[in-house]
């Protein structure tokens, strides 16, 4: 495996963030500095990061911030799968937990482990989602306590979960809510006369879309990131 991969794979940082590790001179094997990305990582070779053995990880755990014109599937043929931005090996045994529309972007998560996807998505979970909402029309500081009594969403037996929204300017807001109904947010302002022109993800639970990952860029969690789905 390429270095700048290996590393990749062991830690969290971005390919660009491993390239620059590696330039900075802060890779070794065998207390040997290596300094070209594209080196060959044999099998057994200890690679480590700044002096501490770094190894790669079993189960996957990646956050991806999605570009709009890409799909939460693999099934489409029109638009291209999320999977396709991921450089990674068995890219058909991860699982995508939580789909976000083709026009939406933001935090995705992608993982192997099932269960740990289950409980992203799980109503029972309850696990939060922040969204930025842009609108095409004002919203008034009335729309908080609609919001927080529960939207009721046309062809839906009952009324949304409370959820949280506070608002940015006339025409953007932050939306937290804790269900994924089919394209939830924008049938929440559709409901109350609004209409939905950009949605972006920025949190689900605890994990905040990490800003330095350009649309299209990933990283795998952090240990403490991944714990804090439970
Ligand atoms: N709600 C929507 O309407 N679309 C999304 O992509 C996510 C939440």
């Known amino acids: 495996m390429r270095l700048d991969k290996y590393i990749c794979q062991s830690t969290t940082l971005t390919r660009s963030q491993a390239k620059k590790a590696i330039t900075q001179g802060r890779i070794s094997s065998s207390e040997n500095t290596i300094r070209s990305t594209a080196y060959k990582v044999s099998e057994n070779e200890q690679i480590s990061f700044d002096g501490k053995v770094i190894n790669v990880r079993g189960i996957r755990y990646i956050m991806l911030n999605k570009p709009a014109d890409f799909i939460c599937s693999t099934v489409d043929e029109q638009l291209p799968s999320i999977l396709n931005l991921l450089d990674v090996e ?3 045994q991860l699982f995508i937990a ?3 529309d083709a026009d939406t972007t933001g935090l995705t998560l992608i993982t192997d482990d099932g269960q740990w996807s289950h409980k992203v998505t799980s109503p029972r979970n309850k696990c939060s989602k922040c969204y930025r909402v842009g609108l095409n029309a004002p919203v008034g500081e009335d729309a908080v306590a609609l919001f927080r009594e529960g939207i009721q969403l046309k062809n839906e037996a009952k009324p949304c979960l409370p959820a949280e929204l506070q608002i940015i300017s006339e025409t953007e ?4 809510i804790s269900e994924g109904k089919y ?3 924008k049938r929440m302002f559709a409901a109350v006369g609004n209409h ?3 949605l972006h993800r920025e949190k689900i639970g605890s ?3 990490d800003s330095s990952l350009d649309l299209g860029e990933w990283r795998y969690l952090t240990d403490a990131e991944a714990q804090s789905i439970a």
């Open 183 to 185: 394209h939830q947010v």
């Open 90 to 92: 068995k890219r058909e």
């Open 207 to 209: 994990i905040e879309l």
């Open 196 to 198: 939905v022109v950009e």
């Open 98 to 100: 939580g789909r976000l």
């Open 173 to 176: 807001v932050l939306l937290t």
